[in-house]
DNA sequence: CGTTGAATTGACAGCGTTGTCATCTTCGCT
DNA sequence: AGCGAAGATGACAACGCTGTCAATTCAACG
């Protein structure tokens, strides 16, 4: 292995000071244009990357955040951790994995602890970590920053969310307008923002097209695809039938679908099942799932954008709204 | 903040200079019991963590360690995260995500420069990159310790895998065992052992149950659903249709099923289908699916356990085989 | 052309740990 | 007791960078 490439190396070729180099590396003000050139050159020239250790441990910062999860979905969190790598690339901030066990009564020790031995020099959270009160309070106290992933607080924080209820409304505008009107919901996990948004959305919709709410359609999930099954199980099975579910998420969306296939049900025509989040899974299930899609990636990359730049400059950062996108596929249509 | 707790704070508590302290941290030798139990009791009480980046610095270790994947599987990658991340924190190392293009004419690029900049003490290679001829070469250059997780070549280098041929095989006899003697294969993508230690298990099955081996029967993949359900249009679409379908993976499986459904087909009365991996999708879409588990987060674990061992004690580490289990569903079955 | 304040640059001391090497103990043996 | 070797401990200089603050250069103005 080479010897490594130094910054006094950089500065002694670029005919500066070592600190001036730093300067420009950290785009730092107060370096005359032409300078910044020339340095920009040597380091390119030398191939020079500062050393992570030596910068942290000069510049009292770990150059790291750290990704807060205790989510079960795989497909959601590595979209979330590569656009937080990409963001974080750019900056030349290090990501590190902190998978967490939210109901767990040692939830807040394991969070001390990491933050104690790591010194992160801020945090993303991911549902429904996002709304652990003790966390937010005890972050504040530490003045560390974080950035939220789809909190239920939005007003309160930094971070970025899609319009969840209107996406919910959005898909219930589409169940109607294939005529249906009996309409089925399966919660998500109580845990989670989501959840209410996304029964808040359906029933905005019933309201809109003046469908009452009927409580026997609504009925109690966790996102998980077993969930969806008891779920749908109990709605397929009522003495009158929905002729549509919307389950709030993709997984469960699955479930009842092969609950449908099972009691020898068709898809759409029989009964018509969306979803949420666009996971490939639901292009994966037959009939391809109708969905909402939720950019995960890109909500990584805007919160973990918007952590760094506060970081930076040591102000609050804000809570940014990104477009989502239904996804119409067959396992929607009118009634057969 | 409190302010930090320094190496120095806790030999003046314990009574020694700042180098016995570290002696203890590091497990070294050459201290007397009594200090040790002194010592300890003083980090303890002061709940003293090493500033990693001091640490790194000066011991110039990175108590890094880098995983390098291009892999589309969310469900496996997280898996081996989990167990990584596992053998990780018990002995005070960190890692870091590595997303990588391996086809990508920059590949080694991208690689040459990730070390460079953070240094790792090791890293972990999951498949395909396990077999990047230039990158193990390179290694052995910069004499970077490496652990393979199911990589080609498993007699050269350190890391886990388990008996994918035999696995293969295994499933074979089981839908032998059902009566099949059409059995067809979705193979996977050509850069993966596990597409060619799977088809020799396909083939391996065959031959000792005296079926002709057919080149009809078997068709390319890569692992994706979409090309699960190429391969099912081909195989489903012979004039002498196999009755079962083994794909070299779930999400190939997936894909099959999806096809039979649309064909009108039965599964498992017209064709058994089954898959490889244990995907928890392998479990939400209908029928079941019957798979092979490959323990992929014990795999992450190990792989990174050998990887630690290996350059703590800076010897080379060897590869170990560990066990896989098949799950039998329902979307296999005699011909109904 | 001198003066002044702002912009730019540099010298140097840390940051918190470990490596090196010197020193001091201890122990076994004569 | 005296000696040598091995074991235990400590002093101190790195490690490679950034913060601080002083020094220098520059621009603008009277």
Chains 1, 2 share one sequence.
């Not at 996002?130 to 924080?157: F, H, N, V």
Request: charged share 25%.
């Amino acid at each position: 292995m080479a010897v490594r490439v130094r910054i006094e190396d950089v500065a002694e070729a670029a005919g500066v000071s070592m600190k001036t180099v730093s300067r420009v590396l950290n785009r730092e003000p107060n370096v005359r244009e032409d300078t910044r050139v020339r340095v920009q050159a040597a380091v390119d020239a030398l191939n020079y990357k500062p050393h992570p250790s030596a910068r942290s441990l000069a510049g009292h910062k770990s150059y790291l955040v750290a990704l807060l999860y205790d989510n079960p979905s795989p497909n959601y969190l590595m979209e979330v951790i590569a656009g937080v790598l990409d963001a974080c690339e750019t900056q030349q901030y290090n990501m590190m994995m902190c998978p967490l066990d939210f109901g767990s009564p040692t939830f807040m020790n394991a969070v001390e602890s990491m933050i104690a031995h790591s010194q992160p020099d801020g945090l993303i959270l991911t549902p429904p970590i996002t709304d652990a009160p003790a966390l937010l309070k005890r972050l504040d106290e530490l003045e560390l920053a974080y950035a939220s992933i789809s909190p239920r607080k939005q007003k309160q924080c930094m971070g970025v969310a899609i319009d969840e209820t209107r996406a919910a409304f959005d898909m219930m505008q589409h169940l109607v307008s294939l005529g249906h009107r009996r309409i089925g919901h399966i919660k998500g996990h109580p845990e989670h923002g989501a959840s209410d948004w996304r029964l808040q959305g359906y029933r905005d919709g019933l309201q809109k097209a003046g469908i009452p709410f009927d409580p026997d359609l609504v009925v109690d999930g966790e996102f998980s695809f077993e969930s969806g099954v008891r779920g749908a199980e109990k709605l397929l099975q009522l003495r009158e039938r929905p002729t549509a579910i919307f389950a709030a998420n993709d997984d469960m969306a699955a479930g009842v679908i092969g609950v449908a296939l099972r009691l020898g049900l068709r898809v759409p025509e029989d009964v018509s099942v969306c979803g949420f989040d666009n996971t490939p899974m639901s292009l994966q299930i037959y009939p391809p799932l109708t969905t909402v899609h939720q950019p995960s990636r890109d909500m990584g990359r805007i919160a973990a954008l918007e952590l760094l730049t506060a970081i930076r400059k040591r102000d609050a950062g804000k809570m940014l709204q990104i477009p989502y996108t239904l996804k119409l596929r067959q396992s929607t249509g009118p009634l057969g």
